[in-house]
């Protein structure tokens, strides 16, 4: 297949205001408006997590196994990172290898919370047992719904390239995709913390 | 030459995806538009059609409350009429026509060709359009929202009659915000990145001044009304208890989610509007617009402020004594950004050349109704105070000054003003001033009663109210006046349809006005600028007109002693881009995805397929 | 003539100036892993008093945040529009969510004092 024109072609640098491109700007100025999104989320479930009756997500957490689960995905951001770089130096085939790896870690992430969602909701936990539970999956279902998406993007992104249509000219969506993926890994980092690791006081 | 757009050559692409050749008739051609004006004008024509179904609830509404125990509506019916009523008119008017000249206007004052993402424009004109369809659509499958516009709960997810109303709203609401979310990307990323060459911040109108702050606003505050929605949509479909008390949740929980974005939601709301009356006092005051850097300073200011104010939506609600203090001070304080504006633009009038067009009556109405719903705004912000008015007609009266009296004076100011641009035509002079003075009359008789009906007790959300309450002579007055408002938007309405047939062509600049966007032809040619402008001031086009003599008279500059009128004439159209068929598509997942929540899951997952093939449409076409 | 364009020209797209090299996001990749492997670890340490454990939380929070901010999505590199961008929702969230927050009387909780603070800062202040 030739490298046809589609939208995926570097549609010609503008001369801009500030000199930079109009999509990273965008997609920086999106990821802020997120940071509002998961912000409320996070104080949702911080001013519920021992709200209302029966068991809370505090007394089912299973932190070791939600540690792997974080460090798989902190390690995407990194094979995100070197996907970008190989792009950078028109290495497509080392991209695709580390944007698929980045995919698969990403699938391990969410096989990981079904699994994880799943034995809680075994012990009782379920998303309506209380405003505690509700919360903590709120949260945590938006943030695998946005890694979903990324892994769609990402797996995407493989398939143009192996139709031959992501060139170095084209490394920008790499980069974009790369700062959503980022932005969801960061969010995580917030939610190990503050949801799984931050003592929650017994009264 | 400053060469704004390069683009590369696209070799011929006939595959599937092709884009649409680009023709500027038929009903095809506006279902696939990407061009910055015409989803300006699709935006305006929707929200003034939903204007008409809004004010038509409107006037239900003073049918039930003309007399007491009125019978034209039950209690039900009045509570879908009154939520309605405001949810058409914040979301589906007042938002839509700040889109609606957002979108005309921003590209053509700022000397660019369309907004940085002309598909994603489109999809935001459509995701509004079905997610107003959508809401209105409950009235027909099972009911309308009845739970305010506010939709307090658990009432709303527990407590009402029926609760599909609650859906309805809940989905509906979301979906318009993404409208508004994507919309506010896109402008932000235009004003900040494709001004024309030379036009620095402060050299830029100060509509735009005022689209950058409210589209931040957007940015920010609709992240938090969509968690909001979803907690509200969680509670009422799926069982969750996020603001049931009985099981641990908090009903307060949702008052604070739903006015943190409320607040900087009225913001939202008004500042377009300020935006525009700054535009058209200079213009009909023949002066510059007075204190220019004041007036962008304190629009910030606002932004900013407003997120710190939300809580006086809630000082009945027993937050506490510190709380209420708190948002009493920052309440207070916020009045001053705003007053400060005011006098700026009396500022402006004053010494000036003033003639009273249509539009500037429009502005000033703006500035005089504003100000009367300012300063009973202001006494809300004190607290004993507002415990005696919260949930009386007073706080009605104060919300109508502002949003009527102000955001929709101001609109109407921007639609007279700029109808020239749009259509190449002047409305009527004669019918424009009729409608003002009558509508200006009209308004008053209707709104200005619920302050003193407010101060006697009245309750609102009510739908009747006791006989020998001594609040019937009021409602009857509020409702004759109500009509008075419907005969000048009948008035308006034929100015609009005489014009179109008989109206006489304004010229290129029939205000003499002074930023760029009158440079050029009218009605504007499809690519704005033949030539990419290089501003050098402030009000760049009315120092291209005119220079000061010593005495500080105004010297017309001699035509053509610019270069830039040969170089017009040589100069090819600019490749603008072709339309596209794939935001309409992407458009039509999301009220599927709701009625899939409401009704049957398999049309979620439709709305999921439609979704998939109108992104990947989106991605794989050529981009231009 | 337009051989000026005034005080603010348009700006060409800058080209792209030194990345870090695949090792060194590898060294932030390592990094990061241990300050999580610490986390996890002071987890476990009954004898950390809880304040101080939930400070160190945060602190390794922050410092994990950043590195993937500032290294992997580039921002230390980049122009500074970018970070404000982010950063200014960053705030917003921060000072609006703690404010609503502390109005629902976050009683009892670790967090009772920072939020007691914040309140008192902000109640104080005015």
Redesign the interface.
């Known amino acids: 297949m030739t490298t046809e024109a589609i939208a995926v072609e570097e549609h010609g640098a503008h001369a801009t205001s500030t000199g930079l491109d109009n999509r990273k700007l965008a997609m920086w100025a999106f990821l802020g408006s997120e940071c509002l999104l998961f912000g409320a989320l996070i104080s949702g479930y911080l001013l519920y997590r021992s709200k209302g009756v029966g068991i809370k997500p505090h007394n089912v957490y299973d932190i070791p196994y939600t540690s792997v689960s974080s460090f798989v995905l902190l390690m995407s951001s990194l094979t995100m990172v070197l996907a970008l770089a190989a792009i950078q130096r028109n290495e497509e085939r080392k991209m695709r290898i580390w944007l698929t790896a980045t995919a698969l870690l990403g699938m391990t992430f969410i096989g990981g919370q079904v699994y994880e969602f799943t034995s809680f909701v075994h012990e009782g936990l379920s998303l309506s047992a209380n405003p505690a539970s509700s919360a903590f999956f709120l949260l945590t279902g938006f943030h695998g719904t946005h890694v979903t998406l990324g892994i769609i993007m990402l797996l995407s992104l493989v398939g143009l390239s192996l139709a031959g249509k992501i060139g170095p000219k084209h490394a920008l969506y790499v980069e974009l995709i790369g700062l959503y993926w980022h932005f969801v890994d960061i969010v995580w980092v917030v939610i190990f913390t503050v949801v799984y690791l931050m003592p929650v006081p017994k009264h | ?8 050559e ?2 011929a ?1 006939d ?1 599937p ?1 092709r884009r649409p050749t680009e023709t500027q008739k038929g009903i095809v051609s506006w279902l696939t538009t990407v061009d910055h004006k015409r989803i300006g004008i699709l935006y305006g024509c929707t929200a003034l059609l939903f204007f008409l179904i809004g004010g038509s609830e409107a006037l239900l509404i003073r049918l039930q409350l003309a007399h007491p125990n009125g019978h034209v509506l039950t209690a039900e019916q009045y509570n879908q009429i009154f939520t309605m009523h405001g949810i058409t008119m914040i979301f589906l008017v007042v938002m839509p026509l700040g889109a609606a000249f957002f979108n005309y206007l921003i590209p053509l004052m700022i000397g660019a060709r369309d907004v ?2 002309p598909r994603l424009n489109a999809f935001s004109y459509w995701t509004f359009l079905f997610g107003g369809l959508f809401l209105y659509s409950s009235f027909f499958l099972g009911g309308a929202p009845q739970c305010g516009w506010f939709c307090y709960a658990p009432l709303s997810t527990m407590g009402l009659p029926t609760t599909i109303g609650t859906l309805f709203y809940a989905i509906g609401l979301q979906i318009t915000g993404v409208a508004s ?1 994507v919309a ?3 402008f ?2 235009t004003i ?4 024309a ?4 911040f402060f ?1 830029m109108p100060m509509f735009i001044w005022m689209s950058l702050v409210t589209n931040f606003l957007l ?6 009304i ?3 929605l ?2 509200l949509l ?1 509670d009422t479909a ?5 603001f049931n008390p009985a ?4 009903p ?2 949702w008052q ?2 739903f006015w ?1 974005f409320g607040h900087p939601e009225v913001y939202i709301l008004i500042l377009p509007a300020m935006g525009i009356v700054s535009e058209v006092l200079p213009t009909f005051s023949r002066k510059p617009l007075f204190g220019y850097t004041f007036v962008a300073f304190s629009g910030v200011a606002i932004g900013f402020m407003g ?2 104010v939300w ?1 006086h939506h809630m000082f009945a609600v027993g ?2 004594p ?2 209420n ?2 948002f009493a ?2 309440t207070m304080f916020i009045a001053v950004p705003t007053g400060v504006k005011i006098f700026n633009w009396l500022g402006t009038m004053w010494g000036g050349k003033i003639s009273f067009t249509t539009p500037m009556l429009f502005s000033v109405g703006f500035i005089t109704m504003f100000t009367i719903g300012g300063l009973s705004g202001v006494t809300h912000s004190i607290v004993p105070s507002d415990y005696q008015q919260t949930d009386t007609y007073y706080i009605v009266a104060h919300f109508h000054y502002v949003l009527f009296g102000g955001a929709i004076f101001g609109l109407m100011s921007g639609i007279y003003y700029w109808y020239p641009k749009l259509t190449g035509k002047l409305l009527s002079e004669k019918l424009g001033k009729t409608h003002f003075w009558i509508m200006l009359i009209g308004f008053n008789v209707t709104f200005a009663p619920f302050h003193i009906l407010g101060l006697q007790g009245m309750a609102r959300r009510y739908y009747r109210y006791p006989a020998h309450q001594g609040f019937d002579f009021w409602n009857m007055v509020s409702t004759i006046g109500s009509f008075i408002i419907a005969f000048s938007i009948l008035i308006f309405l034929i100015n609009i349809v005489l014009t179109k047939f008989k109206g006489k062509p304004s010229g290129d600049d029939p205000w003499d006005a002074r930023t760029i966007e009158w440079s050029i032809p009218n009605p504007t040619p499809h690519y704005n600028y033949l030539e990419i402008p ?3 001031e402030r009000d760049d086009w009315w120092h291209k007109k005119y220079s000061e003599d010593e005495q500080g008279n105004l010297v017309p500059v001699v035509a053509g002693a610019s ?1 830039e009128a040969v170089a017009h004439a040589e100069h090819a159209e600019p490749h603008m881009p072709k339309p596209s068929y794939w935001p309409l598509v992407a458009a039509a997942a999301l009220p599927l995805f709701g009625y899939g929540v409401i009704f049957q899951w398999a049309l979620g997952a439709l709305g999921a397929v439609v979704l998939l093939v109108g992104i ?1 449409g ?7 | 003539m337009t051989t000026e364009h005034a005080d603010h020209p348009l700006v060409e797209p800058a080209h792209e100036h030194a990345h870090p090299g695949p090792a060194e996001y590898v060294k932030i990749a390592l990094i990061l892993a241990v300050v999580t492997a610490v986390e996890v670890g002071a987890y476990y340490v009954k004898a950390i008093p809880r304040p101080l454990f939930s400070t160190l939380l945060i602190v390794m929070m922050f410092i994990k945040f950043s590195l993937v901010g500032l290294w992997f999505m580039h921002l230390r590199f980049d122009s500074p529009i970018f970070r404000r961008l982010f950063v200014s929702g960053i705030i917003l969230a921060l000072l609006v969510y703690t404010v609503a927050f502390s109005t629902l009387g976050l009683q009892h909780s670790s967090f009772h004092n920072f939020f007691h603070f914040m309140g008192r800062l902000i109640h104080g202040k005015l």
Do not use: C
């Open positions: 030459m400053a060469t704004v757009t390069e683009h590369l696209t070799p692409y595959g995806f940085a993402f979310l506010s990307v896109n932000v990323t900040i990145n494709m001004r060459p030379g036009m620095s050299k940015l920010f505050a609709m992240p938090v969509a968690v909001a979803f907690e969680f799926f069982g969750t208890n996020f099981q641990g949740g908090d307060v929980l604070h989610m943190m997120w710190g809580a937050l506490g510190i709380a203090s708190a001070i920052s290089v501003v050098h270069d990947y989106w991605a794989m076409e050529p981009v231009e």
